[in-house]
């Protein structure tokens, strides 16, 4: 199949680990005869230093023309302080692409029970995900900005449609799932929630078999590290998500490992780690790439329906974690620190010896 990628490093480790994912494409391309068509453009911190803007009408109208975009992350303390700054690209980018979902799958790898913060008890078993509202709330409702030198103004609006676009889908999730969703919101306090639960009640009478709870945005904070398992699909607004999946990430041990997919109504698709351009460790070669690795296999499953390959990167994953190789962020006492681009070499070896293995057992078959 022949494919056309977008993809976006931008700053810190994202180029880092951008550079792993790549690897990974170009072995899935060798061993099931794809062709996918890269061109790398810039976003957010080396886009302003190139063209004087996070997100440039080139990079933008290449992204609109691609079948998918793969980005790294953005940001840095270099732009801090500046007018324009390198989230803005992130944030428009997502806007002009439509994606109004994130799909955050947050899942325990067992070999990775005794990194996590949390008791291994309690994360055995976890696999949820976060459909994150992702393109209107308080990122994107004016008015926003500096109304004077001693006030501020951000607005948390939603109309109907982009809750209903974003919660049906969640439904759809569930029932395709569990049948178990949980809609988080702040309807004690806010009218936005108030109207987000509404739209939720709405809807479940179209999915009877979905079964529906409301929950507190602090509730479910505190839920998710009391009792990770008890969920399955979380629908929440945009900035609550953002806040829990960063949170839900230590369920796995390290924000380094959590994938995401943005999607729109019309195919679009845009995927991304969930973690950002880590400064403090970037250039050092030292970053966890299996966020972003995860992140490619989500859109050959999701955009280019590759199951099989999407698949055989997953196995390889694990494989990899299970032999004790890691980055510093997920450091085992029975392993010694692999570099970024070390963890991708093993990626790679394990993914050439599945797509072996696949090919034996399907001549022996
Ligand atoms: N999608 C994005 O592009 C995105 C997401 C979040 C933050 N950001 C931006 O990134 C910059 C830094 O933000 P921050 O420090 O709050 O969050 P961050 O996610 O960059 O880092 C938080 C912590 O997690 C660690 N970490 C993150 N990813 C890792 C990985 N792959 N491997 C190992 N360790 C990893 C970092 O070293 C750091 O200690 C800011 O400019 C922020 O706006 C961008
Ligand atoms: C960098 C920032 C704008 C972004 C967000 O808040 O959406 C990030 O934290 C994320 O989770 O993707
Ligand atoms: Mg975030």
Known sequence: MEKTITVLPGDGIGPEVMKGAL?????????????FNVTEMPIGGKAIDETGFPLPSETLEQCKKSDAVLLGAVGGPKWDGMEKRPEQGLLQIRKELNVFANLRPVKAFAPLGDISPLKPEL???????????????LYFAQPKGRTGNEEAVDTLYYHRNEIERVVKKAFE??????????????????????????????????FPEVEVEHMLVDNAAMQLVRNPVQFDVIVTENMFGDILSDEASMITGSLGML????????????????HGSAP??????????????????MMLRHSFHMNDEADAIEMAVQE????????????????????????????????????????????YV
Do not use: C
Request: hydrophobic content about 40%; overall charge negative; glycine content about 6%.
């Open 23 to 35: 690897r990974v494409l170009k072995a899935v391309e060798a061993r099931y005869g794809h062709q």
């Open 123 to 137: 994360i055995e078993n976890v696999d949820l995900i976060f459909v994150r509202e992702l393109t209107g709330g």
């Open 173 to 206: 999730i569930a029932a395709s799932r569990s049948g178990k969703l949980t809609s988080v919101d702040k309807a004690n306090v806010l009218e936005s929630s108030k109207l987000w639960r509404e739209v939720v009640n709405e809807m479940a009478k179209s």
């Open 259 to 274: 994938a995401s997919a943005s999607v729109s109504e019309d195919g679009q698709g845009l995927y991304e780690p969930v």
């Open 280 to 297: 403090d460790i970037a250039g050092k070669n030292a970053a966890n790439p299996l966020g972003m690795v995860l992140s490619t296999a």
């Open 320 to 363: 990899v974690l299970n032999a004790n190789y890691r980055t510093r962020d997920i450091e085992s006492k029975k392993g010694r620190i692999s570099t970024t681009d070390e963890m991708v070499d093993q990626l790679i070896y394990r993914l050439d010896e599945n797509a072996a293995t696949t090919t034996l057992l399907e001549v």
